[in-house]
Every structure is written in C-alpha cells, then in structure tokens.
C-alpha cells in the first residue's frame, strides 16, 4: 500500500516547516502499518496554475499527479493562513480537480477507491475551518474521507509560538495523527 503526503508549507524545503513536523507523525505511523510513503514539498516544485494535469513543459504537477493515482491514500498537509489553507494547499485542489474527468480502464474516476485526510498546523484559529474546505474539495474530486481523518495543531488566535517553539498540544496532535492513519489504511484496505 502507498501514500502521497503534499506538504504544503509556504516554506521551501532549505527552512524548516511546522507542518512537515506534524506530517511526520502521521508518516511514521503509516509506515508502521505497512504503507509506503512518499513526501511532495509544493514550495519546492515548480507548479502552473490551472485545473488541467498537464499546464505546460515545465510543470512539475504531472510527476505529483501520476505518484497520487499509483497511492490508494492522500494527505494534504497544511500551515492556516489568516483562517484558509495556504495557498499551495489551493493550488493542490485546483490541480486535483482535473483527476474528475479521468477514468480508469473501468471507466470510473481515478480518485474513486481512494482515501484521503488533512494535517493542519498554525499559530492562529482555523484548523476546523480548513480542515472543512480541504476535506470538502477532496470529497468533490472523489476521494474518500473516513471519520477522523484529520489531525492539527493550532495555537488559537493572534501571534504566538510556532509548532515546534512548544510542547504544548502536541500529545493530543501526535495521538489524532496516529489514529488518523490508522483510519486512512484501514479504510483504503477496505476500499481495495
């Protein structure tokens, strides 16, 4: 079994990124359970906007696209901006989006049979509310969503300590997460 994490910190991958820390919670515990994971760094990649799989020569979406239909899990993982996902997490969905119009040899969408779930990480309030827009946009393309298929960490309103300046929270974060891929496996094993 395989799993596509899309960290979407604004963050390239030279700096550190709160939201990775998170993500490799859940990744650990993925690969605990036998799931083969592999980590796409938007920030790092060059990607055209659109809502097509292919925008242009030089677009590096195509190579995320192709690892995602060869995963049975997704899980995108974002930093919360001003109360939304970030914008590479936007970006992601609207790239996602093109994944509606393909079939698979049985002419069912290619995102059908597939599961998916959300890290959310930020020093301000949201995480439920991005949680909402990126677990309702995956729905929309066809991925499935178990329960608790989520995890964050949120400092809640105005500035503050980032994900990895504090301890606090991250039990409860790092349990969710844990519990999140064992939903996302179970649920992909028995979607297969």
Not at 48 to 56: D, R
Not at 82 to 111: C, F
Not at 186 to 191: D, E, I, N, V, Y
Request: aromatic content about 6%; proline content about 6%.
């Amino acid at each position: 079994m395989q799993a596509v994490v899309l960290n979407c910190s604004l963050k390239p991958s030279t700096e550190p990124s709160n939201t990775q820390e998170l993500a490799d919670v859940v990744i650990g515990a993925l690969e605990e359970d036998n799931v083969a994971v592999r980590t796409f760094r938007l920030a790092d990649l060059n990607l055209a906007h659109g809502v097509e799989t292919e925008m242009s020569a030089d677009d590096e979406w195509p190579t995320v696209h192709d690892a995602i239909l060869e995963a049975e899990i997704l899980v995108v993982a974002t930093p919360t901006w001003v109360g939304h996902p970030s914008s590479y997490a936007q970006q992601a969905l609207e790239r996602l989006n093109a994944m509606v119009g393909e079939t698979d040899p049985k002419g069912e969408p290619v995102a059908f049979g597939k599961v998916a779930g959300v890290v959310v990480t930020g020093n301000e309030d949201g995480a439920h509310h991005v949680i909402s827009e990126m677990a309702g946009g995956l729905i929309d393309i066809g991925f499935t969503i178990p329960g608790q298929a989520w995890t964050y960490w949120n400092r809640g309103p105005g500035p503050g300590p980032e994900f990895t300046d504090t301890d606090e929270g991250h039990d409860w974060s790092a349990k969710t997460g844990r519990t999140m891929a064992e939903r996302l496996a179970s649920t992909a094993r028995a979607l297969s």
